[in-house]
């Protein structure tokens, strides 16, 4: 369990580390947009051939079928309450597709809610640690390639991030608090999906495993690759396909 808590701690503390380079350097938001498309082929890839590969191995078919398609609408449902009571803007692309809809960035500042952003870091943040702890419990180097590849994805989401919280009016020590208690709780996602689910049965750790793939894959088509390729233009596909090559290695020479 200490090990599943440092691998999300680890993996978490990439936010952190983002949010103070989108907070005090002026990071270019072409170079941003390259971090995060690398860091989408990375989950790509670690999604593919770690969480869901696994999943088959572990469990049946409609095991893996039902849990991806759970984790799917979890997180699409989950983002679109989320957003709607204020959380959008815990994103730079939500925050200004919704800036633009209310016609000033003013209306959109005042619709922001704290407690929303902070509820939506959250649910970026958990399937991916939970995906670790399941890995770690797992064995053949699962959890250590999901840990590198949410490290690698967390970075550009902890500049952009941040970015977007500060456009709205939020202080600086709000962003690094709310990235702050996303880091112990993904954590606490890890450890628990390391002791809890990580012995149970085959069936169960297989939907856990999909679910958690279902969820991130949502979560890059949602945020990741349309941010990114809107801020990057066409080099982010190939840093996005350099991002799945490097993670497709790297959990191969992990087991």
Known sequence: ?????????????????????????????????????????VLVSALSFDLMERAFQTGSFYSVAIGFTVGTLLFVLGDYFIDSFGGHHRKRIH???HALKNGSLKE??????????FLGALLDGIPESLAIGVGLAAGQGMGLSMMIAVL????????????????????????MAVWGVTIITSAGAAAIGFTTLGQSSHEIVAVTLALAAGAILAMIADTMIPEAFEEGGRFVALATA???LLAFIVSHLAR
Do not use: D, H, W
């Open 242 to 244: 350099l991002g799945f």
């Open 95 to 97: 925050g200004k597709k």
């Open 1 to 41: 369990m200490l090990a599943a808590s440092l691998y999300g701690l680890i993996s978490g503390s990439a936010l952190f580390i983002g949010a103070l380079i989108g907070l005090y350097l002026a990071v270019p938001r072409s170079i941003s947009a390259i971090i995060m498309s690398f860091g989408s082929g």
């Open 152 to 175: 690698l994805s967390n970075l550009p989401e902890g500049i952009s991030g941040s970015q977007a919280m500060r456009n709205t009016g939020r202080s600086k020590l709000y962003v």
């Open 108 to 117: 959109a500042q005042a619709s922001s809610s704290g407690y929303a952003i």
